[in-house]
């Protein structure tokens, strides 16, 4: 079984950054052998698909996000990360990190980010 935590959300101004994180706990899942990806869903709206780090490390980014976010990850503490800049209000949702491109496993609960003034 393995579990995601995210975390490192939270209330930040517009034009502000916020650093999340994803952690896989469980046996044999490596993140380092899999294409993960950060996920958001907005209140009223499907979750979507704003980043991804291809198994090799090739990375990729929705339109909305491109330039202002960057994925990365750290193999030895099996952790996805997710750097977000330039933040807007329409940034606001629930970041929430899975596999791509078909996201397999258990969601986490997710972590909460919220931009306004």
């Known amino acids: 079984q393995v579990q995601l935590v995210e975390s490192g959300g939270g209330l930040v101004q517009p034009g502000g950054s916020l650093s999340l994180s994803c952690t896989a706990a469980?046996?044999?899942?490596?993140?380092?052998?899999?294409?993960m990806g950060w996920y958001r869903q907005a209140p009223g709206k499907q979750r979507e698909l704003v980043a991804f780090?291809?198994?090799?490390?090739?990375?990729n980014y929705a339109d909305s996000v491109k330039g202002r976010f960057t994925i990365s990850r750290d193999n030895a503490k099996n952790t996805v990360y997710l750097q977000m800049n330039s933040l807007k209000p329409e940034d606001t949702a629930v970041y929430y990190c899975?596999?791509?491109?078909?996201?397999?496993?258990?969601w986490g609960q997710g972590t909460q980010v919220t931009v306004s003034s």
């Open positions: 469980g046996t044999s899942f490596s993140v380092s052998v899999n294409g």
């Open positions: 780090i291809a198994r090799f490390g090739s990375t």
């Open positions: 899975n596999i791509v491109p078909v996201p397999q496993l258990n």
